[in-house]
């Protein structure tokens, strides 16, 4: 089956240090790839996402890039602030007998220090 | 983007009373509702696939009788949680496929539900 495999944490960062969150995944097909956010005491945000290979999404200075020949998508920001400190999930969308079945790693939360 | 909504954001309950969680696609109709449950600081346990119009399927593990859903439109899913114990305490999170190849997926905001 699908699968999503994130690195564990917590990261700690101290502000304006560079980002990297990694993410491999395995799934039949083509999936679509996602990172969301979740800050303390609330639900899950799309971060940003990535429909085919090669393709990079960002938003609010993340970045990620869809690599099918290693099959990852790796979270990065050049430079942190303490307002990023969430907990982000990896998560793809694939096709399983005609449905769309969403697949979440287990989550990497990040502290970052003034 | 798309809007998932949730409702309400917060229920506290007593023991052995029942609490039902509305999720409503606002913008889109969702055929494919997904119910999570999330302790703290865990990830995210995919409870049941909601269809509309149809029973869902729910993962192993996880009892139909306690937790009911229902998908009687294309806008909405609810979860019930009947005969609520303490250790049904937990953040449900319900989300939603869109798109042609159901590539992105929406969240609600999430309800935190506390049986006391």
Request: net charge negative; charged share 15%.
């Amino acid at each position: 089956g699908n699968s999503v495999t994130q690195m564990e944490g917590p990261v700690t960062l101290s502000e304006e240090a560079f980002l990297t969150i990694n993410c491999t995944y395995t799934a039949t097909g083509y999936p679509s790839l996602f990172w969301y956010v979740q800050y303390p005491g609330e639900g899950l945000q799309l971060l940003l996402k990535a429909t085919k290979a090669d393709d990079k999404g960002s938003n609010k200075g993340f970045e990620a890039t869809y690599r099918k020949e290693t099959t990852s998508f790796h979270l990065e920001k050049g430079s942190v602030q303490v307002s990023d400190s969430a907990v982000y999930f990896c998560a793809l969308s694939a096709s399983s007998g005609g449905s769309y079945i969403p697949t979440f790693g287990r989550g990497t939360s990040l502290i970052v220090h003034p | 983007g798309a809007v998932v909504s949730q409702h309400p954001s917060w229920v506290i309950c007593k023991s052995g009373t029942s609490v039902k969680i509305e999720c409503r696609s606002l913008d889109f109709q969702a055929t494919t509702m997904f119910w999570y449950r999330q302790f703290p600081k865990q990830s995210l346990m995919l409870m049941a696939t909601s269809n509309e119009g149809s029973k869902a399927t729910y993962e192993q593990g996880v009892e139909k009788d306690k937790f009911l859903i229902n998908h009687a439109s294309l806008t909405l899913s609810t979860l019930t949680v009947t005969s609520a114990h303490p250790e049904d305490s937990s953040f449900y999170i319900c989300s939603a496929l869109v798109g042609a190849a159901g590539n992105t997926i929406y969240f609600g905001e999430g309800s935190w539900l506390t049986v006391v």
